[in-house]
């Protein structure tokens, strides 16, 4: 008994280490690799608190979809735009930005530490009241039972969000068949199309008739007055 | 074991997340602090329903972590469009939305 006791603490503490370091150097480093790497460390530390507290799919599925998926595709975005915009931490915008940010974080973790820590030490609440994590079935099973009866609904609407985000990011992702243009080159762009705009240089005197006939035909009284700008023609 | 042990390191992950979150100017590395904050969350969700004995904890956490994936493809997207135009590109930069 005294030995279970101490190795259930033993991996809290070396998981909580590994947890809060992985946090400190995802927030600390300064190179976006660091930070997805220290971010591994972290899941990893939460799987193994995951496994301590027998969620033993989740755990699993912790470490697959989060260290697997998530941590590579940071680091993809990562390779793919180049690691050499890293920013200095130290030169700030607004000099009042850190102070309140670590201000507001204190405030937080001492809000829950007071709920733990002053509060009583049980948890109330109905036990057990969608399923109990002992009983016949294994992990797996048990998710299952309440993911298809309770939340089945839930996971319906999961499908959905997930074709959403996946046809979001096709279209994000895709080339603009028209590359977008800055303001200095939409400017440059305005500049040139009123350029194309000039008058061609020579009318023959058959288009002018055409030119003028038009205009007869549409009824120059309706038409508003146009106050000559330059670039455009009258 | 007790349970208050896990909610406390599951709080101050959460308060380095959020932490980071606000301080940190580069995208990624906010959305990587957001992921933190998840996973604080996801912690407090197992522990009680561990404590509580109740499977509801747990399919909460699955159905977490569904949705960070979802965020983090769509999020990653719009960071690379907008990287794509103007790279070492920060969060500060980004205020007035207009790419």
Known sequence: MLATTFVEYAVWAVAAAICLLGALGVVLFRNPVHNALSLVATLFGVAVLFVAQEAYFLAAIQVIVYAGAIVVLFLFVIMLLGVDAIESLGIERHVWRRPVA?????????????????????????????????????????????????????????????????????????????????????????????????VPEELDDDELDELEADDEAVGSEDLPTYVDEPGVTS | MNQQAYVILAALLFGIGAVGLLVRRNPLVMFMCVELMLNAVNLTFVSFAKSLDDVGGQVVVFFVLVVAAAEVVVGLGIIVSIMRRRSGVTADDLRMLKG
Do not use: C, H, M
């Open chain 1, 102 to 198: 670590i201000v507001a974080g204190a405030g937080l973790v001492a809000l829950v530490l007071v709920a733990v820590l002053v509060g009583t030490a049980e948890v109330t609440g109905q036990p057990s009241s969608t399923g109990s994590l002992g009983g016949e079935y294994n992990d797996i099973e048990r998710i299952g039972r309440a993911l298809f009866t309770d939340y089945v609904w839930a996971f319906e609407i999961t499908a959905v969000l997930l074709t959403i985000a996946v046809v979001g990011a096709v279209v994000l992702s895709r080339k603009p068949t028209e590359a977008a243009l800055d303001e200095a080159e939409f400017d440059r762009v305005v500049e040139e199309s009123r350029l194309d705009e000039d």
